[in-house]
């Protein structure tokens, strides 16, 4: 079975069939394109530290630099390269990311994050807070400073590999530097030519270990870490579950407005008009015995809607806030309810709906499964975050392994974001706590 091809240049090198394949002229191409690169990335950079560059110069010179000046000068090129140097580099670091393809195939992906929202000022704001961002602007740096000298020093041996081949022709009577020495005659450059022959089939391995280790360099800085690329699909995770929860949220309001607005008010005028019926005919009548059980049949189904709604979301949340739905809660629970709910403001809204439900559900299984006579619903904001607290003097021994009641509780506090935590030993009592976060 043959081997897959390569996807990088380094390791392209060692196979024996390198020469004759496509990759020594990839690494030509990525050679030749980088001085262009350079000039784009380090004229700006240079511009940026030329406060550096005058104070380098007054050293260099012997005209001492004034204190202020020493103060000053430093600071000034710190400053305009934090400034303007990102605005430098991210360009930069994107057509290196494209022009890495020609020495490594693999996927170079940008370890930036999508800012949280548009515009450019918090695109900027969000560049600038990002570890991506610095390490672009180091790269810049080393393509304007490392990158050249590298490039020279191989130059350097290119021309002196062809000067040495070439020293037979270039020879004319008088004597030839070639690097290690002089020649004065065609016979004295054999050994230079031969050597240089000799070198040449190491000339393209040569080019591509410079190429492999300047793209190596540019993958490292520029490309997104592991590690990063986690985290930037964690965020991504985190806010589509946020607009999920949103769209959820607004959906069964709608549901809820639906139902209030349409199906309760028609029922509403049916029970009004059974009810005109009822009085019209006699009450020993079979007819009126009808139209009672139908009006009967249909103040209890007004009973049902009524609950229904109010479990979709309660209108009392939507009006008065969570401490008046808390409070609406422990009225309607079957045994005694203490709530303490005292909020400097509200929540967001789906924290509200959260919040309420949360409760709710944690009222319904005290009442069903705890033995608990008593109940303490407690609700405060501390800095961005809304703690709800549910404390019962029931018999204990909850266990989310035992049930699902507990665990879609879990499932709805971290679906936006938040966390519960559940002591409840046996004897009791048991303690539900839930931390939502309000930003």
């Known amino acids: 079975m043959p081997d897959p091809p390569p996807q990088t240049l380094i390791r392209a090198v060692v196979r024996r069939r390198f020469v004759v394949t496509g990759w020594p002229w ?35 010179t012997g005209d001492a630099p004034t204190p202020a000046e020493l103060a000053l000068l430093p600071l000034a090129g710190a400053g305009l390269l934090a400034a303007f140097g ?46 991506a961002t ?9 393509l304007s400073t490392v990158v050249p000298v590298a490039y ?33 005659t065609a016979a004295d450059t054999v050994p230079y030519a031969l ?44 806010r589509s579950r ?3 929860v949103d769209a959820f949220e607004a959906e069964r309001r709608r549901i809820e407005r639906d139902l209030h607005d349409g199906a309760q008010q028609r029922l509403v005028g049916l ?29 209890q189904l007004m009973t049902e809607l ?3 709604i109010r479990g979709i979301h309660p209108q009392v949340l939507t009006d008065l806030g969570l401490p008046a739905a808390l409070h609406e809660l422990a009225d309607q629970a079957p045994i005694e309810v203490t709530v303490d709910a005292d909020l400097p403001g509200r929540p967001p809204a789906h924290v509200e709906s959260t919040a309420y439900f949360v409760v709710a559900e944690a009222l319904a299984n005290v009442s069903k499964h705890s033995g608990a006579t008593a109940a303490t619903v407690t609700a405060s904001q501390r800095g961005q975050t809304l703690a709800v607290e549910i404390h019962d003097n029931g018999q204990g021994g909850a266990d989310p392994a035992r049930g699902t009641g507990l665990t879609g509780l879990a499932d709805r506090v971290s679906a936006v974001g938040g966390r519960m935590y559940l002591t409840s030993p046996a004897g009791g009592p048991t303690l539900i706590l839930v931390e939502l976060p309000c930003r």
């Open 242 to 244: 946020a607009r999920l």
């Open 86 to 131: 990102p605005l430098v580099a991210l360009p930069v670091a994107a057509v290196e990311r494209w022009r890495l393809r020609l020495v490594d195939t693999r996927p170079v992906e940008p370890a930036h994050r999508r800012p949280l929202a548009g515009g450019p000022g918090w695109w900027l704001r969000s560049r600038y807070a990002e570890a």
């Open 195 to 238: 050597a240089g022959v000799a070198l040449l089939p190491a000339v393209p391995y040569l080019l591509a270990l410079l190429a492999s280790a300047h793209g190596a360099a540019a993958r490292a800085l520029l490309s997104a870490r592991p590690a990063t690329r986690l985290h930037a699909e964690l965020v991504e995770v985190a």
């Open 271 to 299: 029970t009004l008009q059974l009810g005109l019926a009822r009085l019209d005919l006699p009450a020993d009548s079979p007819a009126g015995k009808a139209v009672a059980g139908a009006h009967e049949q249909a103040k």
């Open 134 to 142: 610095w390490r672009a602007l180091g790269y810049a740096a080393l």
């Open 152 to 184: 020279g020093v191989v130059l350097v041996l290119l021309l002196l590999i062809v000067a040495w081949v070439a020293s037979p022709l270039m020879v004319s009577g008088g004597p030839l530097a070639l690097g290690f020495g002089q020649v004065a």
């Open 306 to 308: 009524r609950e229904l």
């Open 26 to 60: 990839r690494s030509l191409g990525y050679l030749l394109t980088t001085p262009p690169m350079v000039l784009v990335a380090g004229l700006p950079l240079a511009v940026l530290a030329l406060p550096w560059a005058v104070l380098l110069h007054q050293a260099t």
